[in-house]
């Protein structure tokens, strides 16, 4: 693990680093020390690690629960090479979302081959954060929706650490078969007018999931118009489940 | 209105009244004056205005936020007298629960006719309840879920002072055409193994709701298997909405 730049902001410390290939981002109470929760975030299809979402919920993942924070590129996304055949199944993605097909399956198959990869790249990076004196071997929650879930349920469901996961704006085209072998506490957000993502697709989802606490929070809008207060909520479930 | 008894506790007063035929209960804070938010809450089918769920939720609304708290007992329940065509369908309804037939089309035809009573009654309560001066004229909010939801759904259509409400447990089929008049903001609260309330009506009433701001927490459980933190959400939703 190399880390390549820091700086700091409303007692927020961000570190870039380089684990191997993966590009990522790692944030921090300012001075802080010893360990403490760790939320992994997983960016959404053609976002990256530090997409304004995720800067505003690592921020206050950081400031108001004093937890750190960390979000590594996707393959194909933010500081990292093109890779041809992802390029080429996510240009069809969108066309087929212009063209209003429903591009659920070609989206299942899509996240499936890159979960192959970022499955165990996100270990890798929990392994060198976790590693970090002000990190630590403390429990890891973990927050992604969209491609952040598509690719989160299967690592959620790998990943003994997170014990604690916030989930949605995805369907069980994707994800139903790794859901079903998830047992711990899962937030899934739902938008109920989601564009990309059939309302029955994401009810199914939340359905597969075999965690004894999950709770669902549909709400009005789009794929892209999570309501504010849904961060809100998001804070006290990590605090309730990771402190 | 007639007061019949007045209690304390926990820094809860509590009055019960009656209003015409209507036997009711107020809880505020200790000691208060002036003007507060006042939430009403319906209760569930073969209780009473003092339902032990009815009887937390009301100290913490008052205890936590101050708010003024009242509840009546719904025709053929509590202390009201018995009725028999009401009696008659309620022995039906459990019947057909314990013989496993879906019950939701009685239930439906149950809750419309007694809520022809309830709504005006709810009205003469909040009248008479808001003219007391450590109540008075602020905003009011509804909580009822499975008959308070029945119930609910209509009053709530009808009654312009109630600023947000807390449904749930219920169905399309008793309440779809009221839903459709409510505006407000609605927390909607679903149990994803409802054994009396089939998943996909109440999907259609959360649907059915005109509400800009809605949002649907469904859990895992039973009808009566509402999760604690529900409680907590609640009374961050009723602050948001009704301070």
């Known amino acids: 693990m190399r880390f390549t730049a820091q700086t700091s902001s409303g007692g927020v410390s961000e570190r870039l680093f380089t684990l191997g290939e993966i590009?990522?981002?790692l944030w921090t109470p300012?001075?802080?020390?010893?360990?403490?929760?760790?939320?992994l975030?997983?960016?959404?299809?053609?976002?990256?690690?530090?997409?304004?979402?995720?800067?505003?919920?690592?921020?206050?993942?950081?400031?108001?629960c004093g937890f750190?924070?960390?979000?590594?590129?996707?393959?194909n996304h933010g500081d990292r090479p093109e890779q041809v055949e992802y390029q080429r199944i996510a240009t069809e993605i969108q066309a087929r979302v212009q063209a209003g097909d429903d591009p659920?399956?070609?989206?299942?198959?899509?996240?499936?081959?890159?979960?192959?990869?970022?499955?165990?790249?996100?270990?890798?990076?929990?392994?060198?954060?976790?590693?970090?004196?002000?990190?630590?071997?403390?429990?890891?929650?973990?927050w992604g929706v969209s491609l952040g879930c598509g690719l989160g349920v299967p690592f959620v469901a790998a990943e003994p650490r997170v014990r604690a996961a916030v989930l949605g704006l995805g369907g069980a085209h994707a994800s139903a078969?790794?859901?079903?072998?998830?047992?711990?506490?899962?937030?899934?957000?739902?938008?109920w007018d989601d564009e990309r993502v059939p309302r029955?697709?994401?009810?199914?989802?939340?359905?597969?999931?075999?965690?004894?606490?999950?709770?669902?929070?549909?709400?009005p809008g789009?794929?892209?118009?999570?309501?504010?207060?849904?961060?809100?909520?998001?804070?006290r479930f990590f605090t309730r489940h990771l402190r």
Do not use: C
Request: glycine share 10%; hydrophobic share 45%.
């Open 222 to 235: 789009g794929h892209g118009e999570l309501p504010p207060f849904e961060l809100d909520s998001t804070i």
């Open 23 to 25: 590009p990522g981002v």
């Open 30 to 39: 300012e001075g802080a020390t010893g360990p403490r929760p760790l939320i």
């Open 41 to 64: 975030m997983g960016h959404g299809g053609g976002r990256h690690k530090k997409d304004p979402g995720v800067l505003t919920r690592a921020h206050r993942f950081v400031t108001e």
């Open 177 to 191: 078969e790794a859901a079903a072998r998830i047992t711990v506490p899962v937030e899934f957000l739902l938008q």
């Open 104 to 142: 659920a399956p070609l989206i299942a198959g899509f996240q499936s081959l890159v979960a192959r990869q970022t499955v165990p790249e996100w270990q890798a990076v929990l392994d060198a954060v976790q590693a970090l004196p002000h990190v630590g071997p403390a429990p890891v929650g973990y």
């Open 68 to 75: 750190a924070v960390a979000a590594a590129d996707v393959p």
């Open 200 to 219: 029955s697709q994401a009810l199914a989802l939340f359905d597969a999931l075999a965690s004894p606490e999950k709770t669902l929070h549909a709400n």
